[in-house]
Structure formats: structure tokens, C-alpha cells
């Protein structure tokens, strides 16, 4: 019998990012960031003059958080508890946004944090991979939890059979996100997360039956 399939983002849900990449960028850009929005660079303001920084200089920060500052990433409240739980039921596989380059550095990550699953890098919406996943493991009842708004709007265009869960797991950021138009959920807390997910492999069922 085919294995449930569950397809998880790492940043902001299994792992906190934006908490830890503002205090690097006070640190080694002087850089205030108030994470209020998925606008990220509006987040930000130089403390010499209030400004917020051009976009190619935001991707230029984040190509120097991934990967040498991932070591100041801290785990989710729950969330290995929670796979652990399902994975005693169901497939595993972590898909991040992260350049291909940062694979290895990811996978070792998630294992300090005793999280040890399949991990696939995406560049772009998840909609695709998402729907090569489902394929490859036999079209299994599939849940895909992600924070991104947009990552669920692809999903439900590529895979609309996949159930979505969408979760913000940063709280101050959390409070400013609407939950997705186009997941079928929005829970921030791993326990409750862990109980939805299960009772869709237990339904059996896939999103649009």
C-alpha cells in the first residue's frame, strides 16, 4: 500500500530564519529589520539614514545568510516531534527554496536538529515540484505545509489534489500575514498541525475527491 506523502518547507516552519537573519544583518550591515511582512526588504532600514536597502543588495544578504549563518537557525516549537510522529505513517520529503549549492548544508542542519528526511532545493514556485513528488511516490494522499502564500497558490495550480496547510511559524510575523487564499488551512502551532495533517491520511482521501 502507498505511504501518505507529506512535502514541508523549512524556513519559518520547521526552522526560525527571520529572527535570527536580523540580528546578522545589525550585526555585520548595520541594518534594523522589523519583520512585519513578506516584503522583506521594506523590513529593513540602514541605521545611518533610515533607508531601506536597493533590492539586488536584499538578495546579496541573503546569499550571505545561506549558508555560512544557517548555524543560527533554532528549531520550531514541536515541529521534530511532529514528523517524527508522522513519519512513522508516511513519506518525508523537505522542500526549500535554497539555491542547489545549499542542499548539503541544509541536510545537516535539519540533522543537528535531529530532523532527518529527504531534502529537495527549489528555485521559484513549488507547484512543479510539488506535483514530480506526488508523481514519483504513486500519487499518494499528499499534505504540503509551506509559509509563503504564493507557494500555495502554485501548488493548488500544479497539484490541486495536495492538501495545503499554510503555517508562519515567527510569531511577529505571523500576526501581519493573512492566512493563504488558496490553502485549505492555517495553523501556526505544531501540535494542532500535527493532528490536521494526520487526519487527512486518515481520511484517505485526496484534496479534490
Do not use: Y
Not at 517524527?84 to 526549500?96: E, F, H, K, S
Amino acid at each position: 500500500m502507498t505511504r501518505p506523502l507529506l512535502i514541508c518547507d523549512c524556513d519559518e516552519v520547521l526552522l526560525h530564519m527571520l529572527r535570527h537573519f536580523g540580528d546578522w544583518l545589525g550585526e555585520a550591515h548595520d541594518i534594523e529589520f522589523d519583520p512585519l511582512s513578506w516584503d522583506l526588504a521594506r523590513n529593513m532600514r540602514r541605521r545611518s539614514t533610515g533607508e531601506p536597502p536597493g533590492r539586488e543588495e536584499f538578495a546579496g544578504f541573503l546569499g550571505g545568510f545561506f549558508p555560512s549563518q544557517m548555524h543560527r537557525q533554532t528549531l520550531v516549537p514541536h515541529a521534530r516531534e511532529a514528523l517524527a510522529g508522522l513519519a512513522a505513517r508516511a513519506d518525508i520529503v523537505i522542500l526549500t527554496n535554497l539555491a542547489d549549492d545549499c542542499r548539503d548544508s541544509r541536510i545537516e542542519q535539519l540533522a543537528v536538529h535531529g530532523i532527518a528526511h529527504r531534502v529537495e532545493c527549489n528555485q521559484g514556485g513549488k507547484g512543479g515540484p510539488v506535483a514530480r513528488l506526488v508523481a514519483e511516490h504513486g500519487d499518494p494522499v499528499t499534505v504540503f505545509v509551506d509559509d509563503m502564500p504564493h507557494h500555495h497558490a502554485s501548488v493548488a495550480e500544479h497539484a490541486p489534489r495536495v492538501h495545503r496547510l499554510h503555517m508562519v511559524a515567527e510569531p511577529v510575523l505571523a500576526s501581519g500575514v493573512p492566512a493563504a487564499p488558496q490553502a485549505h488551512a492555517r495553523i501556526d502551532d505544531w501540535r494542532e498541525a500535527e493532528r490536521w495533517i494526520a487526519a487527512r491520511f486518515d481520511a484517505g482521501r485526496h484534496a479534490e475527491d
